[in-house]
């Protein structure tokens, strides 16, 4: 049954922190375990999904999840033995445990050129008003942001590409912020982008994008020296958008993926407000270290309770398992303002 009530919540205090989402009394959580003064901790069941979640599916990672009805549905990113990755819608009743419909879903468009398909991966899922919009890293003579809409995750409307190719990690606002829609992205390239910045956009129709403003740059300090990209949708909350993002260094063997947060202006969120100094979940975990690509945590689905500020955060370990950890709204904006560059 699709969810209707898509309205941001009325406020709810938290430490005298406001958090604009409504309550999500069965958000996937654990607390943080004895002794651990990290400020995001791992679910102990981790990974929630395994190596070979299908038949002929090597892994399923970088997904998207939100509530509907009484439990959660998901957008996933699948791989194949051809590697070429799909998106499947997947259900849940709490949170952890998943099905997958078996086949990838079908994107309807009258236009021929815009729904004949390459490769589709790295999907986010987003409720704006009744509408979940799904955005992904679309082949279209190289990579660039993919999006549709639907209601029921069944009927899946696909519109026009929303940037020109080469781009990734293309992210929507929950809300329309100066009455058109929003959306971060980071430009790239044919490869795999050995640099890469967070940009701002927006547009009336979800279709002509434009006003592009520079949010944040890769840089200082090392986590973060090659490239960075949005994760989940923000987070509304009185002290402005919190944006969790990938942040990305190299090493002599290769990227290394953590989680980072900032914080963004709530009417002009290409204005950073705070941003952290250090990474909040860097690869560590077996599931994080052993995978097609070792020393990956790519955060993308984002549940968040508006009523005590909990946050479940869904990630890709390793590009091959879907993985979940937990923080508080009120913790992580306290320390990423007091741990700012
Ligand atoms: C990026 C994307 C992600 C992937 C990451 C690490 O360029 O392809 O899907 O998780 O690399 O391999």
Redesign the pocket.
Request: hydrophobic letters at 30%; aromatic letters at 30%; charged letters at 25%.
């Given at each position: 049954m699709l969810q209707t009530s898509s309205e941001p919540a009325a406020p709810r205090a938290l430490d005298g922190l406001v958090i604009h989402a409504p309550a999500l009394p069965n958000i996937p959580w654990q607390p943080r375990p004895a002794g651990l003064d990290d400020l995001v901790w791992r679910y102990s069941e981790n990974p929630v999904i395994g190596r070979r979640p299908l038949p002929r599916v090597t892994g399923i990672y970088?997904s998207a999840v939100v509530p509907f009805a009484d439990g959660f549905i998901g957008v996933f990113r699948t791989e194949g033995m051809d590697r070429i990755p799909h998106l499947h819608v997947g259900r849940s009743p709490d949170g952890l445990k998943w099905t997958f419909e078996p086949k990838p879903i079908d994107l309807v468009s009258d236009d021929d050129e815009i729904s004949r398909f390459e490769y589709a991966?790295?999907p986010r899922v987003t409720l704006i008003g009744e509408d979940y919009y799904v955005t992904w890293c679309n082949g279209y003579h190289g990579p660039t942001i993919g999006v549709a809409r639907t209601r029921d995750f069944v009927h899946f409307e696909q519109l026009e590409n929303a940037f020109l190719p080469y781009n990734?990690n293309g992210v929507l606002f929950p809300r329309k912020i100066g009455g058109k829609f929003a959306m971060l992205s980071r430009p790239s390239d044919t490869g795999?982008?050995p640099f890469g910045d967070i940009f701002y956009s927006e547009s009336p129709d979800m279709e002509h994008w434009g006003r592009h403003r520079h949010v944040m740059g890769k840089g200082w300090p090392w986590f973060q020296g090659t490239k960075i990209g949005a994760g989940p949708s923000p987070i509304e909350t009185s002290e402005g958008w919190l944006l969790f993002y990938h942040a990305v260094t190299q090493t002599c063997n290769g990227?290394v993926?953590s989680m980072s947060a900032a914080l963004l202006d709530r009417d002009e969120p290409w204005r950073v407000t705070a941003r952290c100094n250090q990474a909040l979940l860097c690869p560590e975990a077996p599931y994080e270290l052993t995978g097609f690509?070792p020393g990956?945590c790519?955060p993308v689905g984002c549940l968040c309770d508006g009523a005590t500020g909990r946050i479940a955060i869904y990630y890709?370990a390793a590009?091959t398992f879907s993985a979940l950890c937990f923080c508080n709204a009120a913790d992580v904006i306290a320390f990423v303002k007091a741990n700012s560059t």
């Open positions: 970088n991966y790295d990734r795999h982008t990227f993926y690509v990956v790519f890709g590009d």
